[in-house]
């Protein structure tokens, strides 16, 4: 059985070939580009190693193409955790870090832990993903060019600046309308992302940004692990007869999880505001527990705000696992938050 640790940086791709049947090592380092990933393959067939078990650390977006094009090749490919990698690494004692060496630990990683298989999102997915990603950085460009508006209305400005800012602001204006009538367009093309879209958007607290990032996120993920990837499951502490949890993992993409809690939290305080939407079932338990509200339920404890990021969570999953998740309605909040995450590793 063949092993290829790759280590991957913006230039290059540094690999290591690890034959466990005779431990023997070879190493090449080929351009990250697409020209290199053929070289890469065709030094793999003269290796007679064309089946062997790939072993990347994503490193930004530089692995994506190398992956994908490996993946198309009809290699298995695994996703290593740069932190379980690094952690691996000291556990081996290596105590230099270099390129060469990281290919190393890669392969070695491959054949010991068998990771589990990675499997390439599909290509609507993908290109989701990507004006999604455009969408947001024209938005975030947007917002500073309303700063500075705002800041150039307080000060004595030049009238160029302000013409500058002007221009700049209905332009990038005009290329966010573009691009989310593009995302619009790309989900409804597909009938699995626009079911998908409206099951969220049909959960107390997810607009419109919020259901656009779940969509692509869940069209590639199990469900199950939708929690625990995006760091809000608990942390457990468990030594001796005492057991308790802990603040949430806070593990995954941060960007995501900020959009997903700031969508329970203000649909929370919508629900304690005067004149609020009135809600039933869990919504309303979920509007009615202040800040620093604690739910427990066999010694498990919450903060007010974790819970209603938790609680959710599993709307998200009752709602695509059961559609409307009318036979849930009827448990208590607080039981709820216990039961589907608090009290145990996961919420999903």
């Known amino acids: 059985m063949f092993y290829l640790g790759i280590d991957v940086s913006k230039a290059k791709l540094d690999c ?3 034959d466990m049947s005779s431990s023997k090592r070879k190493s090449k380092t080929v351009p990250n580009s697409t020209e290199g990933v053929r070289t890469l393959l065709a030094w793999l067939d003269k290796q007679q190693a064309g089946a062997a078990h790939v072993i990347m650390e994503p490193t930004g977006v530089y692995h994506e193409q190398a992956a994908l094009a490996l993946s198309d090749a009809g290699l298995k490919l695994s996703l290593v955790n740069p932190a379980q990698l690094r952690n691996f ?5 290596m105590k230099n870090k270099t390129d060469a060496a990281d290919s190393a630990v890669l392969a070695r990683y491959g054949a010991t832990q068998n990771p589990a298989l990675w499997q390439p999102p599909p290509a609507c997915v993908r290109e989701l993903r990507a004006l999604l990603a455009r969408r947001d950085a024209v938005a975030d460009d947007l917002q500073r060019e309303k700063n500075r508006a705002e800041k150039a209305a307080a000060t004595e400005t ?22 989310q009538q593009a995302i619009d367009q790309h989900i409804d093309r597909h009938p699995d992302l626009r ?3 409206a099951l969220l958007l049909s959960i107390p607290g997810v607009g419109g940004r919020v259901s656009d990032h779940l969509t692509a996120l869940l069209a590639s993920r199990d469900a199950r692990h ?3 990837w995006f760091g809000l499951t608990p942390k457990e502490y468990s030594s001796g007869g005492s057991r308790y949890l802990g603040r949430i993992s806070k593990r995954g993409d941060r960007y ?13 305080r919508g629900q ?10 869990w919504p309303a338990t979920l509007g009615a527990g202040g800040a620093g509200a604690r739910q427990s339920q066999q010694g498990c404890l919450c903060t007010g705000q974790q819970a209603r990021a938790h609680l959710l969570c599993n709307a998200a999953r009752w709602r695509a696992l059961y559609g409307n998740g009318d036979a849930h309605e009827e448990k208590n909040g607080a039981q709820r938050v216990c039961d589907a995450g608090l009290n145990h590793a996961t919420c999903l």
């Open 272 to 281: 304690r505001r005067p004149g609020g939407r009135p809600a039933a079932g």
């Open 256 to 268: 995501l999880r900020m959009l997903l809690t700031h969508g329970a939290l203000g649909f929370a």
């Open 16 to 18: 290591l070939l690890l």
């Open 158 to 179: 030049p009238a160029l600046v302000q013409q500058s800012i002007d221009q700049a602001t209905a332009f990038l204006g005009q290329e966010l309308d573009k691009l």
């Open 89 to 93: 690494a000291q556990g081996l004692g």
């Open 226 to 228: 939708f929690a625990s």
């Open 195 to 197: 079911d998908k879209r």
